[in-house]
């Protein structure tokens, strides 16, 4: 692989760009791998590098059925973020985060890491008493966060409007090192380091069926043949049920549409990510000008990848009161992506029922900023047979068990 | 936008009219099951790419739960019906199984 720098740049200019190669090779599925990966989005292709880099394990393919980051990975509001309530999910978070920090080092790919900061706005005394505890949390943890008056806001964030009829500001937590980065540049820096260890990325290729013998995994049937392996990893979000059922278990998990939309490019306004939890509603603005901007879930079950218009309604409405000057905007996109909702809103990363399969899902709406520290955690559990210090809470059993990562009282939102 | 019709009031709700309260027909557990059974009833989803039971409110109308069967793939409504039902109508079992000839069939 050629590294990308400026003296590449300088090169290539120098030669019409003739010099380029490919970021990553398309090449024909191998009868057997060591590991399949199925799910070419951020955390398929993040356990896909990790098994390479931490474990030496590279005879691998990750299996996509459409484009790599062509699911919810290329389709999130790229929100990065650490200050979680529970334990065990700001250590994976935190993880993350931190090596979000490196990564277009690691990766020779600028992943447009931007660490500008992120506010949870407090907009009732529920949550300031919330956020104050998370803060306090984040303390113990090593999570570094800081619960802001209303005036601190105001600074930061210059077009809020603070004194809001409904739903005044009253506060924040902010964690300075939150952010944002660029989704598509994640997989697509991850794909290209997987093919550059000589692993296969197979897009275009469905899973229909997973094989097994006494119990353990065989192989996958796929839209282009039998392929065979030791050890297989599901990593496809908003189609875990589905998958899942090919390898004969069930999960605790709902599929749910989960939209955004982006306003009309404009000049620099708000340097910082800001979310209102209480009105539903998420925002940043993109290095291009655009408002990037998240809403809630759809209630019910849903393939579709597109959700219902209503919720784009509430999402600005809500924000408008927030933000006035949004009121002027024309709004030009909005999409969807399928989402995968646990019962207690925290991620699985497990070992299943069917031996040598293990399961990453259920990071529902929001999985982006735990990628690197997803597949970090993933890698070794698929590696050594059993879950690392990231993963061990993470488990299905903790249903049954009760033991539930309750999250969906410390951010009971898309974020 | 969603248009399901409430078995009540015969009105044709839109979305904005109702609640979606999730996957219809669960076997309820209670003092004495098993955490497997708990597990089930609690946390465990059929989430089917298809034809989908499910249980709406009609909460700006008259109020009340009742139940419909949906594809998850298209958003196609097969039709709804009482709460009280063990299962869905035969009526619209008969019309599922017409518009989908390989779906797996009732429970
Ligand atoms: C609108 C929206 C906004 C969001 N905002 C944020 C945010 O601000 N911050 C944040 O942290 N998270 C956010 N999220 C959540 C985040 O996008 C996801 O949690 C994350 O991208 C999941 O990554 P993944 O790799 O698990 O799944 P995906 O990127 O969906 O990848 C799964 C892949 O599996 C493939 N697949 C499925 N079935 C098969 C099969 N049978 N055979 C082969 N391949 C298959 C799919 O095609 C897909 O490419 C948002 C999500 C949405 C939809
Ligand atoms: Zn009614």
């Given at each position: 692989?050629?590294?990308?720098s400026a003296f590449a740049i300088a090169r290539e200019a120098a030669r019409y760009h003739t010099g380029w190669e490919r970021a990553w090779a398309a090449p024909e599925p191998k009868p057997q791998y060591d590991v399949i990966v199925i799910g070419a989005g951020g955390h398929g292709l993040a356990t896909a590098y990790y098994l390479g880099k931490n474990h030496g394990i590279k005879?691998?393919?990750?299996?996509?059925?459409?484009?790599?980051?062509?699911?919810?990975?290329?389709?999130?509001?790229?929100?990065?973020?650490?200050?979680?309530?529970?334990?065990?999910?700001?250590?994976?978070?935190?993880?993350?985060?931190?090596?979000?920090?490196?990564?277009?080092?690691?990766?020779?790919?600028?992943?447009?890491?931007?660490?500008?900061?992120?506010?949870?706005?407090?907009?009732?005394?529920?949550?300031?008493?919330?956020?104050?505890?998370?803060?306090?949390?984040?303390?113990?943890?090593?999570?570094?966060?800081?619960?802001?008056?209303?005036?601190?806001?105001?600074?930061?964030?210059?077009?809020?409007?603070?004194?809001?009829?409904?739903?005044?500001?009253?506060?924040?937590?902010?964690?300075?090192?939150?952010?944002?980065?660029?989704?598509?540049?994640?997989?697509?820096?991850?794909?290209?380091?997987?093919?550059?260890?000589?692993?296969?990325?197979?897009?275009?290729?469905?899973?229909?069926?997973?094989?097994?013998?006494?119990?353990?995994?065989?192989?996958?049937?796929?839209?282009?043949?039998?392929?065979?392996?030791?050890?297989?990893?599901?990593?496809?979000?908003?189609?875990?049920?589905?998958?899942?059922?090919?390898a004969g278990f069930r999960l605790p998990i709902e599929s749910v549409a989960l939209q955004a939309l982006v306003s009309e490019p404009i000049k620099p306004c708000m340097d910082v990510v800001v979310m209102a939890n209480t009105v539903h509603g998420y925002m940043s603005q993109s290095d291009k000008g655009e408002m990037v901007i998240g809403g809630g879930t759809d209630g019910y079950?849903?393939?579709?990848?597109?959700?219902?218009?209503?919720?784009?309604?509430?999402?600005?409405?809500?924000?408008?009161?927030?933000?006035?000057?949004?009121?002027?905007?024309?709004?030009?996109?909005?999409?969807?992506?399928?989402?995968?909702?646990?019962?207690?809103?925290?991620?699985?990363?497990?070992?299943?029922?069917?031996?040598?399969?293990?399961?990453?899902?259920?990071?529902?709406?929001?999985?982006?900023?735990?990628?690197?520290?997803?597949?970090?955690?993933?890698?070794?559990?698929?590696?050594?047979?059993?879950?690392?210090?990231?993963?061990?809470?993470?488990?299905?059993?903790?249903?049954?068990?009760?033991?539930?990562?309750?999250?969906?009282?410390?951010?009971?939102?898309?974020? | 936008?969603?248009?399901?019709?409430?078995?009540?009031?015969?009105?044709?709700?839109?979305?904005?009219?109702?609640?979606?309260?999730?996957?219809?027909?669960?076997?309820?557990?209670?003092?004495?099951?098993?955490?497997?059974?708990?597990?089930?009833?609690?946390?465990?989803?059929?989430?089917?790419?298809?034809?989908?039971?499910?249980?709406?409110?009609?909460?700006?109308?008259?109020?009340?739960?009742?139940?419909?069967?949906?594809?998850?793939?298209?958003?196609?409504?097969?039709?709804?019906?009482?709460?009280?039902?063990?299962?869905?109508?035969?009526?619209?079992?008969?019309?599922?199984?017409?518009?989908?000839?390989?779906?797996?069939?009732?429970?």
């Amino acid at each position: 692989m050629k590294r990308y720098s400026a003296f590449a740049i300088a090169r290539e200019a120098a030669r019409y760009h003739t010099g380029w190669e490919r970021a990553w090779a398309a090449p024909e599925p191998k009868p057997q791998y060591d590991v399949i990966v199925i799910g070419a989005g951020g955390h398929g292709l993040a356990t896909a590098y990790y098994l390479g880099k931490n474990h030496g394990i590279k005879n691998v393919a990750i299996i996509e059925k459409g484009w790599l980051g062509g699911g919810n990975t290329g389709r999130n509001t790229t929100i990065i973020r650490s200050n979680y309530l529970q334990d065990p999910s700001a250590a994976i978070y935190e993880k993350a985060r931190s090596l979000y920090e490196t990564m277009s080092q690691d990766l020779n790919y600028n992943v447009m890491f931007s660490p500008r900061g992120l506010i949870m706005l407090a907009q009732t005394h529920h949550e300031v008493r919330g956020y104050q505890r998370t803060a306090y949390a984040n303390a113990l943890q090593g999570v570094k966060t800081e619960f802001i008056g209303p005036e601190r806001v105001k600074e930061l964030v210059p077009i809020i409007d603070i004194t809001g009829p409904r739903y005044p500001v009253l506060g924040g937590l902010y964690q300075a090192r939150g952010g944002t980065a660029r989704h598509d540049a994640v997989a697509w820096g991850y794909a290209r380091a997987c093919s550059d260890m000589g692993m296969h990325v197979l897009q275009k290729t469905e899973v229909t069926a997973i094989r097994s013998d006494a119990g353990n995994v065989t192989g996958v049937e796929t839209s282009r043949g039998f392929i065979g392996c030791k050890k297989l990893s599901i990593v496809v979000a908003g189609h875990s049920g589905h998958v899942a059922e090919m390898a004969g278990f069930r999960l605790p998990i709902e599929s749910v549409a989960l939209q955004a939309l982006v306003s009309e490019p404009i000049k620099p306004c708000m340097d910082v990510v800001v979310m209102a939890n209480t009105v539903h509603g998420y925002m940043s603005q993109s290095d291009k000008g655009e408002m990037v901007i998240g809403g809630g879930t759809d209630g019910y079950n849903n393939y579709t990848q597109r959700g219902s218009f209503h919720h784009i309604e509430e999402t600005v409405r809500a924000l408008i009161e927030t933000f006035p000057m949004l009121s002027r905007l024309k709004m030009l996109r909005q999409w969807g992506g399928i989402v995968d909702i646990t019962g207690d809103r925290s991620p699985i990363l497990s070992k299943t029922p069917l031996g040598n399969c293990f399961i990453n899902c259920g990071w529902g709406t929001g999985g982006f900023k735990a990628i690197p520290g997803s597949g970090w955690a993933m890698a070794e559990l698929v590696a050594k047979g059993e879950p690392g210090p990231l993963a061990a809470e993470f488990g299905l059993d903790r249903f049954r068990q009760g033991r539930f990562i309750d999250e969906s009282v410390a951010a009971g939102v898309a974020h | 936008m969603l248009l399901l019709e409430c078995p009540y009031c015969g009105v044709a709700a839109d979305e904005t009219e109702l609640a979606a309260g999730g996957e219809a027909h669960l076997k309820r557990e209670t003092v004495g099951s098993l955490d497997a059974e708990f597990e089930e009833y609690l946390f465990m989803r059929e989430n089917p790419r298809g034809v989908h039971f499910e249980r709406w409110r009609h909460a700006y109308g008259c109020g009340k739960w009742f139940l419909a069967a949906r594809d998850t793939m298209t958003l196609e409504v097969f039709g709804t019906y009482p709460a009280q039902s063990k299962k869905p109508p035969k009526a619209i079992e008969n019309l599922i199984k017409k518009k989908r000839p390989d779906w797996k069939g009732w429970a």
